[in-house]
């Protein structure tokens, strides 16, 4: 039997203004899970390099759809530096009901995939609720 003291934490999430302020995060937390909005910390406007560094050195874990990130140098290598764990919802023209259905589908295999998986890494969701690495 574990002790408490060897029980990992809880992953807390962020979702990025890309998915919006209220359904994903309420339909996650009716999930039971913990979760940060980007509008709660930071203007809309921030620079993506700048977020990522901070939510890095929360520990938190971001939810986002916005895929192109694994393609731009600084946007990849600031959230590399800062050590975050990434999921991307890589499935296109989605209301947001629906994303919010597919991330909370998936909080089963984002938590084995964080059991198994160090920071950093940039991870898909799809519409399945499967994940899988894209970048490490």
């Given at each position: 039997?574990?002790?408490?003291?060897?029980?990992?934490?809880?992953?807390?999430?962020?979702?990025?203004?890309?998915?919006?302020?209220?359904?994903?995060?309420?339909?996650?937390?009716?999930?039971?899970?913990?979760?940060?909005?980007?509008?709660?910390?930071?203007?809309?406007?921030?620079?993506?390099?700048?977020?990522?560094?901070?939510?890095?050195?929360?520990?938190?874990?971001?939810?986002?759809k916005d895929?192109?990130i694994r393609?731009?140098?600084?946007?990849?290598?600031a959230l590399?530096?800062?050590?975050?764990?990434?999921?991307?919802?890589?499935?296109?023209?989605?209301?947001?009901?629906?994303?919010?259905?597919?991330?909370?589908?998936?909080?089963?295999?984002?938590?084995?995939?964080?059991?198994?998986?160090?920071?950093?890494?940039?991870?898909?969701?799809?519409?399945?609720?499967?994940?899988?690495?894209?970048?490490?």
């Amino acid at each position: 039997m574990n002790s408490p003291s060897k029980q990992p934490e809880p992953p807390v999430f962020f979702v990025d203004r890309s998915l919006g302020k209220i359904r994903i995060a309420t339909a996650l937390r009716q999930a039971g899970v913990l979760v940060h909005i980007h509008e709660d910390y930071f203007p809309p406007n921030a620079k993506d390099e700048y977020w990522l560094t901070q939510v890095g050195r929360n520990g938190w874990i971001v939810l986002t759809k916005d895929h192109r990130i694994r393609y731009r140098n600084l946007e990849r290598e600031a959230l590399m530096n800062a050590g975050v764990g990434a999921f991307i919802l890589t499935a296109g023209d989605l209301q947001g009901e629906e994303m919010a259905q597919i991330f909370v589908k998936a909080l089963p295999a984002i938590a084995k995939f964080l059991r198994k998986h160090k920071k950093p890494f940039i991870a898909k969701v799809a519409r399945s609720g499967s994940v899988s690495m894209l970048f490490r």
